[in-house]
């Protein structure tokens, strides 16, 4: 299965923009690239996914890099509320298959007030 | 509302004793899985099915067991053989699709404690 790389944790300031990265460097041509945030003692919740082109949500933006190895998740205006770990992972669209989903430990994002 | 629902939220249990997990959606979804958390870790996929009376081994399926009777509802069974059970156990689904691109709705989670 494809992996991906995260940082441990990042630190942002309320209200200024929060860039997370993740490395997927052995992504398939049919992978699609994921992120999920968990709260403390909360279920995982989706926030974005995209395939080759930069996408964009209310909650959030993914910019994919052109060779796909590699993307970010924006988080244009960071809040208290955005304090969670943030995983990225793939998912192959491919066929009848629905892969295994592995999340990694993702990034600690620490906001301060 | 759609969703799903892991119950109990908070379960105790003796060394020695099996444990059944609940979770049931009503969401329509074909997959569904089973995840384990341990403090301050990721999470770690035990169990998944694809469709009703199959199921698959995850990474850490050693310990536990899993059926899928019905198509919304996939217990989880950690039995004895679990050497360290207590962990928060997480339940997410998704719908089939050709393009496989859906997102995973998660439960809330059930918080196992082995005395």
């Known amino acids: 299965d494809a992996k991906t790389t995260q940082p441990n944790s990042m630190e942002s300031n309320e209200e200024e923009p929060v860039h997370l990265p993740c490395n997927h460097s052995?992504?398939?041509?049919?992978?699609?690239i994921h992120w999920y945030r968990q709260l403390p003692s909360q279920g995982p919740e989706y926030v974005i996914h995209?395939?080759?082109s930069n996408v964009n949500n209310r909650m959030a933006s993914l910019a994919i890099a052109e060779d796909r190895k590699s993307s970010t998740l924006i988080l244009h205006r960071a809040t208290l509320r955005d304090a969670a770990v943030y995983y990225c992972i793939l998912r192959d669209k491919g066929g009848t298959s629905y892969g295994k989903l592995t999340f990694g430990q993702g990034t600690i994002l620490t906001v301060h007030p | 509302d759609g969703g799903i629902t892991q119950s109990p939220k908070y379960l105790f249990r003796k060394e020695g004793q099996n444990v059944t997990l609940s979770c049931e959606q009503n969401l329509n979804h074909d997959a569904m899985y089973w995840y384990r958390q341990d403090p301050g870790q990721g999470l770690r996929l035990i169990y998944y099915?694809?469709?009703?009376?199959?199921?698959q081994k995850g990474d850490i399926a050693e310990g536990y067991s899993v059926s899928r009777e019905k198509k919304e509802s996939f217990p989880l069974t950690v039995t004895s053989a679990q050497k360290n059970p207590t962990a928060f156990y997480l339940c997410a689904s998704t719908e089939k699709g050709g393009r496989n691109t859906g997102e995973l709705f998660f439960g809330e989670g059930s918080r196992l404690t082995v005395l």
């Open positions: 052995t992504i398939s041509g049919t992978d699609y």
């Open positions: 995209g395939l080759t």
């Open positions: 099915s694809q469709i009703v009376n199959d199921f």
